[in-house]
């Protein structure tokens, strides 16, 4: 049972352009979501947050987007950058009490300059 | 800075082998956790533990043990090791959020490869 789950394995975006990384989700009881990218041979490094309460976050050139009705998240990088190209994850956290996250199956972005 | 350091970057061991593969966090940090990354299969959990000699089963504990005997260290343990366990593995560790959110620190993470 997939809970998180990120549709396009992979996605090329023109240098300077906006970059759309989505996720699903089918566990209403996450509260907390995180991206994180990862570059190869390195471990995950956190991006951005967002708590169920809000619907948008933004940290300079990175947004992130929380549609709770349609269990739906995206990642917005503008403008995108060569640095950018990694494997991004989307993560949910519930509301159980434990730290315990569930990660998806990953977007592999690349950017072309 | 969190710095969360595992022992080895490649490790290369033998089918039937007992595996430990160490990781340590500089942070002080109450939970820590063991994902295994397969491609087409994200990061999935095999244990986490939220305290000294505390540990919890994740999504694929099947083969695995954990040990967390000081809180700066959390081993992860293939008892009997088989080729699919072959993975890259990665350590993390967040401190406890206490109404407010903590991102899971990671690791560079061990390729470790069965043969």
């Known amino acids: 049972d997939q809970q998180v789950k990120q549709n396009s394995p992979s996605l090329s975006v023109q240098e300077g352009r906006i970059s759309i990384l989505n996720c699903d989700y089918t566990n209403s009881m996450f509260d907390y979501f995180l991206w994180y990218k990862k570059y190869p041979a390195e471990g995950p490094t956190f991006l951005i947050s967002i708590s169920s309460i809000k619907d948008k976050n933004e940290d300079g050139r990175f947004t992130v987007f929380l549609n709770k009705s349609a269990k739906h998240l995206s990642l917005h990088i503008v403008p995108s950058q060569p640095g950018d190209s990694a494997v991004y994850f989307c993560a949910g956290k519930d509301n159980f009490g434990n730290e315990k996250l569930t990660f998806g199956t990953g977007t592999r972005l690349t950017i072309i300059p | ?115």
């Open chain 2, 1 to 115: 800075d969190v710095k969360v350091t595992q022992s080895s970057r490649y490790l290369v061991k033998r089918t039937g082998e007992k595996v430990f593969l160490e990781c340590v966090q500089d942070m002080d940090h109450e939970n820590m956790f063991w994902y295994r990354q397969d491609p087409g299969l994200g990061l999935r959990l095999i244990y986490f533990s939220y305290d000294v000699k505390m540990k919890e089963k994740g999504d694929i504990p099947e083969g695995y043990s954990v040990s967390r005997e000081k809180k700066e260290r959390f081993s992860l343990i293939l008892e009997s090791a088989s080729t699919n366990q072959t993975s890259m593995y990665l350590c993390a560790s967040s401190s406890q959020s206490d109404g407010s959110n903590q991102p899971q620190h990671f690791g560079d993470g061990t390729r470790l490869s069965i043969l």
